[in-house]
């Protein structure tokens, strides 16, 4: 089997295509979320009805994420057998088809669609075709998007040696969940001062500004193909338990600053059950044909080799966690919005305490890498984790309805950066471990766990602290209390069911030192 690795004498100015990368995976990853910012606009300007319009239009994130996640759990395979050079052209194109059908879905594809419905005798409701594109646009989108995250790590380890993948591997990371977690802040800026269409308009000459020139850059560097056969069966069966998992759990880790409770975020929905035990019984035919198949898709004695599946258990606790501090802050800002004077107050107060845990995150992602590079990717995550359990512990002994903006602030400094450290040593202990025809896969895997452990986070984080809040309501209020006549108390209960989540957290956040006493323990060596 040959290998994926660089064979041109001449070396690409390696960081310039991680720049380059970078653009296509940020705005790919802006697009997850950015959709909150409009869609109370759309659901109007659609003229849907009131009662069902929010939950039908919900899946314009819902199916993005869907799709997203299930691009990333079998592209990475693909740019194995057919080059990262190719795949990522084909990823960053259906992007681009997807958000020209997304921006024309309300004029031109509403039109010729509903004339289609006509000519075989329909008569659709125009607000639901218009819907229904829109929908369909954000799948191809997150197709494209979804694998970008994968490929580009998988592009970044092909072309730099071991001992330095784990600052650019955490960039592009930190780069990925930067640019959710702002999807909220960009769409509302922009749609102050353009139609929301435009939106996916400027991803066309922003996605081209990243595409002509990394082919540039590229064009003296030769990837060897891996040559064997794409699994099939394997990739369906992994795709319908993520589907299920994310169904089954709420279909959502969408964030935003109007979050003012745990019941603004998904609960289980009825079907759940059902659902999660589909996905089980497809995650289960999964190991057993990757165990048996020739090339699987998955190489399951990868997880035999030192570092890899201690760090991905280590990653999917990550993903708990970074959820767990993206929700906190704006529950805690919005319950005790009455003491603020403005609802625009709220989001800004929101926006800043949670750049405090993001940048600090971005920040400590790369930093991460290079001192990983010297101490080791065992003693860099174990400096993480401890950093985290050190912040969410923090916040469960001092949070309460007057706590300052100053402390929360410092607290989640503390706890970004302690998680963005892990950021690149988990990521260069995966990637590193796996063979060169492999690199796709494990740089999916790495992605996709983190993700899967911010779904887990949502489902879990919101029915305990729902049933909490009830019960301490209960105790304390009355069991038939009006929340608008002890709103001050309601509120003052839900940061200290906050609180109580924060030991959770850091209950987690202890146990996954666990898994990461088993990363490697020496520091990275070139090739």
Known sequence: MSAAAVTSPQQPNRWLIVALVCIPVFIGALDLTVVSAFLPELIIGLELPLQTGLDDAAWIVSAYLLAYAVSMTFMGRVSDLLGRRSVYVICLIIFMVGSAIVAMADTVLADWVYGLFRRFGQRPDESYVALGIIIFGRIVQALGAGALVPVSLALVADLFPAAQR????????????????????????????????????????LTLIALFPTLWVLRGVKLARVRGRFDFVGAVLIVLALSGLTLGLGANIEVGTSVSSFEDLPPLPPYALPVLSGAALAFGLFLLVESRVKEPLVNLRLFRKKGVAAGALTNLLVGYMLFAGLVFVPILVNVRQLDLGSLREAALQVGVLLSALTIPMAVAAVSGGALSERIGVRSTTLIGLGLALFGFLWVWQTWEFGVSDALVAVQMIVAGTGIGMTFSPISAAVINAASDGERGVASALVIVLRLVGMTLSVSTLTTLALNRVNVLAAQRLGANFDPLAFANDYAAITVEVLGEMSLLVGVLCAIAIVPALFLPTDRMKGE
């Open 166 to 205: 784990a600052r650019p591997l955490g960039l592009i990371g930190a780069v990925d969940t930067l640019g959710w977690v702002l999807g909220h802040l960009y769409g509302g800026v922009f749609v102050q001062y353009y139609p929301w269409e435009w939106l996916f308009w400027v991803n066309i000459p």
